[in-house]
């Protein structure tokens, strides 16, 4: 287990999100329903961005394919928000546990006790996508790696 550089011996309390993870940009994807759910999710895993979430935001926000990844979060709520939402919660190996559709502004979710994060998406994302309880979900970095693909040359005769 890493220790917290500011508190020596203490457990580090960062959220279990990667390196790479952090850096701002995710995609979302549905492993066992072989769908994307978002092509562009923010990761909000500081004190301030999980406090700020999506109040401010406007309903151009919630357009397919956007996104914001909580974490960590058990439940959210709408208080403030201009526009409806889908959660979709999830487990620490990203397996979803609980899900909530068109979840109206000035609402408090649910609180699952087995979820890690939540994902917040534009309404109708889980109708879209067919994500249910139990599917599997891969989130990972929007950063290319800086390894090319091999070139392949073909010879002509």
């Known amino acids: 287990m890493d220790s917290d550089k500011n508190h020596p011996g203490r457990p580090d309390r960062r959220s279990p999100v990667g390196n790479k993870q952090r850096q701002g940009t995710v995609y979302v994807y549905n492993r066992t329903r072989e769908a ?3 092509t562009e999710a923010t990761v909000a895993d500081s004190y301030v961005r999980r406090l700020v979430g999506l109040l401010g935001k406007t ?5 397919v394919g956007t996104g914001l990844w ?6 959210v709520h709408t ?15 990203k397996e979803v546990v609980h899900v909530e559709e068109y979840v109206r502004p000035f609402r408090i979710s649910r ?8 994902l917040e998406l ?3 994302t889980i109708y879209r ?4 309880v139990g599917d599997q ?3 990972s970095s929007l950063i290319p790696s800086k390894e090319t693909p091999e070139q392949v040359s073909s010879t002509g005769d």
Not at 59 to 63: E, L, Q, S
Not at 70 to 75: D, E, F
Not at 111 to 118: C, E, I, Q
């Open 111 to 118: 609180v699952s006790l087995r979820a890690s994060s939540v």
């Open 129 to 132: 996508t067919g994500t249910k």
């Open 36 to 38: 994307f759910v978002a």
């Open 59 to 63: 309903k151009r926000w919630a357009k």
């Open 79 to 93: 208080i403030g928000m201009m526009f409806p939402i889908d959660l979709v919660f999830l487990s620490k190996e």
């Open 137 to 139: 979900i891969e989130i």
């Open 70 to 75: 909580i974490v960590p979060s058990r439940g």
């Open 122 to 124: 534009p309404p109708h």
